[in-house]
């Protein structure tokens, strides 16, 4: 999976490597913004993802550190529209071989890794987004941070859920947060869960509508899953408006 975020980087790196060849930015690159504070290189590679350029701190030095620089919002909307443009040209994500596109799934009521009640039963109306995962799981520690920025970026909006179920135990789990944050709703010992839909690939993503209907579902990690994933919400979001509309 490294391979694949460095490939993801390296459009948005070009600028970089058109100023200097001398330069090569990779997982051990020390990557910080302007505040000082050094980025994982998961981390800033979905940065890069979400508005942000790269340069080098001191472009005659070869083994210099690199800054996080925000895009203006012209650059960042010319940057999403290429990106969109070219995650459309490939193939859409495999289906799992775990759920049908369009079942009635039969959903689920336990409660994640604070205690609380999460009944997904309950949530008729909105847009359920899960991710099932574990801790030594490759590709579903890569897309942590990128899962991330896709919670923010509906984080103002209320008609979207998003509930991450792990495998591992509680205490593995928060030891694994306390390093690695992960802003899905977060089941411990969702073993249980995954048995129930016989899933056995991971990471493996599912979309539900508003309905209780699967929409989008895949395992593992293609290069424009996250694309998918996000389209497909917006996709759901857009039809409930256009439908609240009609009425």
């Known amino acids: 999976m490294r391979v694949f975020f460095l490939g993801l980087c390296l459009s948005f790196c070009s600028l970089l490597s058109a100023q200097t060849t001398r330069h090569v930015v990779g997982e051990h690159s020390i990557v910080k913004d302007s505040t ?39 650059k960042a909307a010319e940057r999403r529209a290429l990106r969109n443009e070219a995650m459309e040209r490939l193939p859409r994500p495999k289906e799992s071989n775990f759920f049908r596109t369009g079942e009635r799934l039969t959903l689920f009521n336990t409660t994640d890794i604070n205690g609380k009640n999460v009944n997904l039963k309950n949530l008729k109306g909105k847009v359920i987004v899960l991710n099932f995962w574990f801790i030594n799981c490759a590709p579903c520690r890569s897309e942590i941070p990128l899962l991330n920025a896709l919670v923010d970026s509906f984080k103002t909006n209320d008609k979207v859920v998003f509930v991450a179920v792990a495998l591992d135990d509680k205490l593995s789990i928060i030891d694994f947060l306390n390093k690695n944050p992960f802003n899905y709703t977060i089941i411990d010992n969702g073993r249980f869960i995954a048995n129930r839909y016989a899933i056995n690939l991971y990471p493996t993503h599912l979309i539900v509508d508003p309905e209780g209907k699967v929409y989008f579902h895949a395992s593992g990690l293609a290069t424009n899953t996250l694309h998918w994933i996000q389209k497909s919400i917006n996709e759901l979001l857009e039809k409930k408006e256009t439908t609240a509309g009609t009425h």
């Open 36 to 74: 000082g504070k050094q980025y994982s290189y998961e981390e800033w590679q979905a940065m890069l993802q979400n508005d942000y350029s790269i340069k080098a701190v001191n472009p005659n030095d070869a083994k210099t550190e690199f800054l996080l620089v925000k895009l203006s919002e012209k």
